[in-house]
Structures are given as structure tokens and as C-alpha cells.
């Protein structure tokens, strides 16, 4: 691709240079590209948020792969996403185990708060929402992850103590 087509797609959602410098030292820091391309991509969606085309048509050239590896890896799992999200996700586990403990009176809880609907950005900017499969921590079911960080046994009535926390942190960053 020419420098003219990398800049335009890189301004279509003047997305900061200063991350795309980040990730490439990460791509660059790799001993080998070989087999790398799942950790980039993770590594990518943790310092972008998300992974637009542009990302992925940088992550293509920066690891001499084909756009369609890239892009097929990108829409086979559903971990990654293409859309803009809040600075955290809330996954709610709707597997079995959570699903049969009520999960989904707790998703409905988690929209409900924040207003939104999967896809959606909250107002502050905060959350997104989506329903996931099986995490694999069904002993504490019903599963809700924010980020990495896992909570179990989640009720509806736990909803808001859970955001609270975010939304308090985020208060304390402004405040710094
Ligand atoms: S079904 Fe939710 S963690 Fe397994």
C-alpha cells in the first residue's frame, strides 16, 4: 500500500499516531512474526480499544501478511471487535450453567443501568455491553467479566456496586 492510501485510511478515524507507533515496537519486539498474528491482534485491541480496518490493514503490512489472513482471523473469534467501545466491556456469560442461575435477568440488569444496548457506547463513554459463551468459570456461575477482571455469582441487585467501581476510578483518574 502507498504511503498517500496509508494516510488516508489512517485519518479516517484520526485514530492517535502515538498508538500506532506503540503497536508496531510491539510488532517489531516480536522474536518472530511467525504464528504472532493472535497476540498482535490482542495487543492491538488492548491499545486501540478496538480494531478498525486501518488496524488491521497496518497489522497486515507490519507482519508481511494478506489483508484477508488478517481480516478473517479478526471476524472468526468474537473476542475481537470492530466497533468502537467504552474504555471497559461487560461480558455477560449467557453459557448454560450461567444462563440456568439467572444471567439473563443480570444482562438485563447491566442494560438497564447503563442505558445502552449491545453495540452501544455508554453516555460517560465507559461500557459496553455484549452476551459471550462459556468462559470456562462456570462453579461461579452467573459469570460477568468487566475487562479481565471476573466476577462471580453476580445478581441483578449487584448491577450498579459493580459500575460504581469503574465509574469511581474514573473520577479519581479526572481528579489526578
Ligand atoms: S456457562 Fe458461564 S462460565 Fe460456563
Redesign the pocket.
Known amino acids: 500500500m502507498s504511503a498517500a492510501k496509508q494516510e488516508r485510511t489512517t485519518s479516517a478515524t484520526n485514530l492517535p499516531q502515538e498508538k500506532y507507533d506503540e503497536l508496531g515496537a510491539y510488532i517489531q519486539s516480536l522474536e518472530t512474526k511467525e504464528g504472532a498474528l493472535i497476540h498482535v491482534l490482542h495487543r492491538a485491541q488492548t491499545v486501540f480499544t478496538y480494531l478498525p480496518l486501518e488496524v488491521q490493514l497496518f497489522i497486515a503490512r507490519q507482519m508481511d501478511l494478506p489483508a484477508a489472513e488478517v481480516f478473517g482471523v479478526v471476524s472468526f473469534y468474537s473476542y475481537f471487535t470492530t466497533k468502537p467501545v467504552g474504555k471497559h466491556t461487560v461480558s455477560v456469560?449467557?453459557?448454560?450453567?450461567?444462563?440456568v442461575r439467572g444471567?439473563e435477568e443480570v444482562y438485563k440488569a447491566f442494560k438497564e443501568e447503563l442505558g445502552i444496548q449491545p453495540g452501544e457506547i455508554s453516555p460517560d463513554g465507559l461500557f459496553s455491553i455484549k452476551d459471550v459463551?462459556?468462559?470456562?468459570?462456570?462453579g461461579?456461575?452467573?459469570?460477568v467479566t468487566v475487562g479481565e477482571k471476573v466476577y462471580g455469582h453476580v445478581k441483578p441487585e449487584d448491577v450498579k456496586t459493580i459500575l460504581d467501581e469503574y465509574r469511581a476510578d474514573h473520577v479519581l483518574e479526572n481528579l489526578n
Open positions: 456469560c449467557m453459557g448454560t450453567a450461567c444462563f444471567s459463551r462459556c468462559i470456562g468459570a462456570c461461579l456461575a452467573p459469570v
